[in-house]
Nanobody, 123 residues
Framework: VQLQASGGGFVQVGDCLRL?????????????VGWFRQAPGKEREYVAA??????IKVYADSVKGRFTISRENAEVYLRMNALKPEDTAVYYC???????????????????WGQGTLVTVSS
């Protein structure tokens, strides 16, 4: 599967953005999907994940209550509300072919990665 992340941009503190991860080449519904981010000078970190089928959604503590992950057909979205300067990063989506209900929160558990989309939150 090929992944394409989009939707990043330059926003102000408190603004919202919706990132999209579009898939091609396979039936995306068979995949668990995660969002990760990498801030300048820092390691890539987990943000949110959604299971195959979309029944389970999990979040990192740093974004819980502000970010929402969802999926529809061949796309997975990350709705980001109340953005903070510390949310500034390149955001990546990742996917793994898996069984129903499975989800993953570690970088090493994913097989496919998108190219990343930059989110900059200015104060």
């Amino acid at each position: 599967v090929q992944l394409q992340a989009s939707g990043g941009g330059f926003v102000q503190v408190g603004d919202c953005l919706r990132l999209s991860c579009a898939a091609s080449g396979e039936t995306f519904g068979y995949y668990a999907v995660g969002w990760f981010r990498q801030a300048p000078g820092k390691e890539r970190e987990y943000v949110a994940a959604i299971s195959r089928g979309g029944t389970i959604k999990v979040y990192a503590d740093s974004v819980k209550g502000r970010f929402t992950i969802s999926r529809e057909n061949a796309e997975v979205y990350l709705r980001m509300n109340a953005l903070k300067p510390e949310d500034t990063a390149v955001y990546y989506c990742a996917a793994r072919y898996t069984v129903a209900g499975a989800y993953y929160t570690s970088i090493g558990e994913y097989d496919y990665w998108g190219q990343g989309t930059l989110v900059t939150v200015s104060s």
